[in-house]
């Protein structure tokens, strides 16, 4: 307490500031003032609020000469990222105008779930294929009323759905399947990726999971899509005033 107390009293005084061997040195922290006042980024969650923001000319009217005549820069960060800056200050500083973050439920890969509830992940969480609707279809008819064998040979699993003791039914499960997970903005296109299908049965109850094959490769790909679509959906008179990197 006491050394807090002393601390804030010497901070109270002027720093102390000496040249010495060709440099200046002070005997606390200075932090420099900016020449250009910056705004705190807006935060938002698609595209199109970025192309929209450009295109609208907002806040135009609160920039000097300067800053209007610096371009927009687009840095697609990541999948699930994208800022929109202007062009270097006098203080050699970018201002962050937009900061756009993915903000939506993603599948549980890699974990077991239960028939149902793989079941509606599936529907809500993957582009509508034809892949897709295979597997749903599949895992819905495995059941453990009336028994079910599994057969893994670590490629490929054979599963015998039995109702009663007239109906047995041998299916294949293929390996790796790939699909299009929604995993980046909308508006762009879902990457396709390929993933490996099991089925287990824990006691009474089947699960069913996913895990991903292809080294997250699927991220580059989402990244070019979203380069891709800010260059076709900046309206071209527009497009000499706009960097994108990605």
């Not at 897709?132 to 040979?153: C, F, H, K, Y």
């Amino acid at each position: 307490m006491i050394k807090e107390a002393l601390e804030y009293i010497v901070n109270l005084s002027a720093p102390h500031l000496e040249f010495r061997n060709g440099s200046h040195y002070a005997d606390r922290a200075l932090h420099r003032i900016p020449n250009e006042l910056t705004a705190s980024p807006l935060a938002v969650h698609t595209l199109s609020a970025v192309r929209d923001y450009i295109e609208s000319g907002a806040d135009e009217c609160a920039e000097d000469e300067d800053s209007i005549g610096r371009r927009f820069v687009i840095h697609v960060a990541d999948y699930d990222r994208v800022y929109l800056y202007r062009e270097l200050n006098s203080d050699k500083a970018r201002e962050c105008l937009l900061e756009a973050e993915l903000s939506a439920p993603t599948f549980p890969f890699g974990r077991w779930l239960g028939v149902e509830e793989f079941i509606i992940n599936m529907q809500t969480h993957f582009v509508p294929t034809e892949v897709r609707d295979t597997l749903v279809q599949l895992i819905s008819t495995v059941t453990t009323e009336n028994g079910v064998s599994l057969a893994d040979d670590g490629m490929t699993q054979r599963v015998t759905a039995r109702s009663g003791i007239s109906l047995v039914k041998q299916v294949s499960v293929p390996n790796p399947v790939v699909l299009a997970p929604y995993r980046t903005f909308t508006e762009v296109e879902q990457p396709k990726s390929p993933f490996v299908f099991r089925i287990r049965q824990t006691g009474d109850e089947v699960q069913a999971a996913l895990f991903a094959a292809d080294a997250d490769a699927w991220k580059r790909e989402a990244i070019a899509n979203i380069r891709d679509w800010f260059e076709q959906h900046i309206p071209q008179e527009l497009r000499e005033d706009v960097i994108i990197l990605a």
